[in-house]
DNA sequence: TTTTATACTGAAAACTATTTCAGTAAGCTG
DNA sequence: CAGCTTACTGAAATAGTTTTCAGTATAAAA
């Protein structure tokens, strides 16, 4: 999935969102022609059906009958999103944030959504003494540099990911739980990579 | 003003938006017509008109041309919410909801909106082996009834509030924190007043 | 180099939706 | 009780929209 979409789709795409804001209803085929400078209908329906295909839009064929996907709000407004993407699995390989990798969209404060971050379903007691439950969602924060003593998601040897308190040395790096049943385990750098610095938790409680 | 808009009207104005929620797009006069009953599109124009003459509603002569003001948009945004209120004390007295108790609003995700739910700073470490940390964040649902071994804010003979385990007995309550260095308490059901049960919990990290 | 995707033109058919015209009937208001 | 509002019916004119058919041109991928 080199480029999901053409400059002049995501263009198409950004003024059907603007034109529902403004309006609160989608334009008409012939108005998006007449905005874009195209002068037959059919010409527009070519981006739409390219626009329905990739799930950005969903149509009913009546009047105006074009919906925003959640895909294309959060796509082009992630700047101004106030969610943050749920991963599936944090496994090596693929990035973090393929499309098929994000299972929902989790609710957060507009300071968290403005970062580059992610949402995380939390697996097993290993930070237990940290208040991280079994099944929270930790918020992930994938641009900031880990510091000694911060949560971090790690990927240790092409594994899945898993979240431990990060202690670096000079040429290795600690990677400790909160559970004082479990041993914390030092590794080699080139055997970690770190996928973000744990921010924020949320629980739902029972 | 004693009625502004009859019962007709406002349940017209309900269906604009919730269709509009739904789909994306606001309905034709047909298919309002069609969901009312109303066979004739004329009647359904008639209370467009009213609703437009009273600012509810915008309209443009163009197809599904009705666009929701902002004095209906009160009523979308009690129903679609996606924050709750920050209250920063609960205390005996004035309700906890009153104006000038809410500091801020918390996103939380739609389920819990439309819940009569608030959100509290949870203070000390009462609950700590529940993993609720001093500072944490706690949605509470204020219409739900406790059960034994909900989370409930509790207040106690006018005092502040606390976060405690419910456990109700026959002639009292019992008020068990999670943390065992701390005792549970035991008191008259008339000295307890339950504020709510916990659903949610969020917390910054750092 | 053939195929595929992008990005359109132009026109007409088929359909959808609004507006207008002409009414009816019940209930409330002064 | 005349006048107004609410709440409709029914039909036709008019306007707005989508869909279909038949192409063109360019660039990128197989």
Same mark, same amino acid.
């Given at each position: 999935?080199?480029?999901? *979409?053409?400059?002049r789709r995501r263009? @198409?795409?950004?003024?059907?969102?603007?034109?529902?804001?403004?309006?609160g209803y989608p $334009?008409?085929?012939?108005?998006?022609?007449?905005?874009?400078?195209?002068?037959?209908?059919?010409?527009?329906?070519?981006?739409?059906?390219?626009?329905?295909?990739?799930?950005?839009?969903? +149509?009913?064929?009546?009047?105006?009958?074009?919906?925003?996907?959640?895909?294309?709000?959060?796509?082009?407004?992630?700047?101004?999103?106030?969610?943050?993407?749920?991963?599936?699995?944090?496994?090596?390989?693929?990035?973090?944030?393929?499309d098929q990798n994000?299972?929902?969209?989790? $609710?957060?404060?507009?300071?968290?959504?403005? +970062?580059? #971050?992610?949402?995380? +379903?939390? +697996?097993?007691?290993?930070? /237990?003494?940290?208040?991280?439950?079994?099944?929270?969602?930790? @918020?992930?924060?994938?641009?900031?540099? $880990?510091?000694?003593?911060? @949560?971090?998601? #790690? *990927?240790?040897?092409?594994?899945?990911?898993?979240?431990?308190?990060?202690?670096?040395?000079?040429?290795?790096?600690?990677?400790? $739980? #909160?559970?004082?049943?479990?041993?914390?385990?030092?590794?080699?750098?080139?055997?970690?990579?770190?996928?973000?610095?744990?921010?924020?938790?949320?629980?739902? /409680?029972?």
């Amino acid at each position: 999935m080199a480029k999901e *979409l053409t400059a002049r789709r995501r263009a @198409i795409l950004a003024y059907l969102i603007e034109h529902i804001q403004e309006l609160g209803y989608p $334009p008409t085929i012939a108005e998006l022609g007449a905005h874009f400078g195209i002068a037959s209908t059919n010409g527009v329906n070519d981006h739409l059906v390219a626009l329905e295909k990739r799930g950005y839009i969903e +149509r009913s064929s009546k009047a105006r009958g074009i919906r925003i996907t959640e895909k294309a709000a959060v796509n082009l407004y992630r700047n101004h999103a106030s969610t943050v993407p749920l991963v599936g699995r944090v496994a090596a390989g693929a990035p973090i944030l393929a499309d098929q990798n994000i299972t929902d969209h989790i $609710p957060v404060s507009a300071d968290i959504a403005k +970062r580059n #971050a992610y949402a995380l +379903r939390v +697996r097993g007691d290993s930070m /237990i003494e940290a208040g991280i439950f079994d099944g929270d969602l930790l @918020i992930v924060d994938q641009e900031r540099t $880990p510091r000694k003593r911060d @949560i971090v998601v #790690a *990927l240790v040897e092409e594994e899945e990911a898993t979240v431990k308190y990060y202690f670096p040395g000079s040429d290795s790096v600690e990677l400790r $739980p #909160a559970n004082s049943s479990l041993t914390p385990m030092r590794y080699r750098l080139d055997q970690v990579q770190i996928q973000g610095v744990a921010i924020s938790l949320q629980r739902q /409680i029972k």
